[in-house]
């Protein structure tokens, strides 16, 4: 425990450095030396404190450093190396999900659903220890439809009926019973209908009113498509067990129907769909899981970029409030310069665009400077020296 003198001496000696810190730093630092096990003294505490403020000097950038570039540079030559291999198995081998470069490029194109969407539900300490009642939830959650539930339907065109047969194990698996789905089916808009059991999992649906086959058969098709429970986008819910706790991992994802669940830890849900983040929990929200997703795409390939490097990517798609792709149609193409719109993609349309609206080209950012051969506003060029002769 730190004693109450050295707590003193803590506070007096982050008063001192608060014009050399950021706020946030001071405060964790404060945390993390009143919090400590370690008994210290003030020769330690001098140490900590002058050794965080060694360290945050030394990651501050110089005026004038090309911090973009540098960023660019930092991901473009480790992502030379990523592998092309698409998927693998998601800690379980029924769900697959997109890795490596197709994964980076989903995440700096801004797609606006992922290839492989996937969620993980954290549940709160009521339900997280037992398996039974993190089944009940995956089944609350996971999309269920006629089509999941039966082994066979047929089409009878000589009394306009449908058979449809129930699969029990898949009624077991799902949590419905065959009188749910005989419920669900006699509010459908069918129609006059009349509804005979042939067993306790068989059943016929006669059509009074439908004379053709056409009709029929849609009838069919809007049967196996009828939803009996869960929310839309989850095709799978599969319980697995992290640690001590039991988890949700899906195939699909609907951030916004899944945190009405009783029984859903709100505050650690995890998705890989960042327009589903952004629209959900807003844009810094977003800013938060694009550099998360960044980073782990580039470990998972034995990558190392320093996070600030990552960090600078996602303020750059999420600056505006909205979540942007780096190109064209995103950061690129908004750039306020002409020329460096032009020096990226379809050049002729851009300088066709630019003359008929008459655009103004200022050359205040790097492209448009070199293009035209003067110094660029970075590193030494952003130094102006003006020099008085003494002229006799």
Partial sequence: MVSDYIKSYIEKSLEQIKDKLPNKVIQDLRETLLNTDINLTESDVDKIIDLAVKDYQESLIEPGEAVGIVSAQSIGEPGTQMTLRTFHFAGI???????????????????????????????????????????????????????NVISSISVDITNMSIT??????????????????????????????????????????????????????????????????????????????????????????????????????????????????????????????????????????????????????????????????????????????????AAFEVTVKHLLDAAARGDVEEFKGVVENIIIGQPIRLGTGIVELTMRLNVR
């Fill in 93 to 147: 081998r029924e769900l697959n999900v997109t890795l490596g470069l197709p994964r980076l490029i989903e995440i700096v194109d801004a797609r606006k659903t992922p290839s492989t969407p996937i969620m993980t539900i954290y549940l709160t300490d009521e339900y997280k220890y037992e398996k039974e009642k993190a089944l009940e939830i995956a089944r609350k959650i996971e999309y269920t439809k006629i089509e």
């Fill in 164 to 341: 449809i047969q129930l699969d029990e194990e898949m009624l077991k698996d799902k949590g419905v019973d065959p009188s749910s789905v005989k419920k669900i089916i006699s509010k459908l808009k069918l129609g006059k209908i009349r509804i005979e059991d042939i067993d306790d999992y068989t059943f016929t649906i006669y059509f009074e009113e439908i004379d053709n086959i056409s009709a029929l058969f849609k009838m069919r098709e809007k049967l196996l498509n009828t939803k009996i429970k869960g929310i839309k986008g989850i095709r799978r819910a599969i319980v697995q067990k992290k640690g001590d706790e039991y988890v949700i991992i899906t195939d699909g994802s609907n951030l916004e129907g899944v945190i009405g669940i009783k029984g859903v830890d709100v505050n650690k849900i995890q998705t890989n769909n960042i327009h589903e983040i952004a629209d959900t929990f807003g844009i810094e929200a977003a800013r938060e899981a694009i550099a998360r997703e960044i980073k782990k795409v580039l470990e998972e390939q034995g990558l190392d970029v320093d996070m600030r490097h990552i960090l600078l990517v996602a303020d750059i798609m999420t600056r505006t409030g909205v979540v942007r792709q780096i190109g064209r149609h995103g950061v690129t193409g908004e750039k306020s310069s002409v020329l460096a719109r």
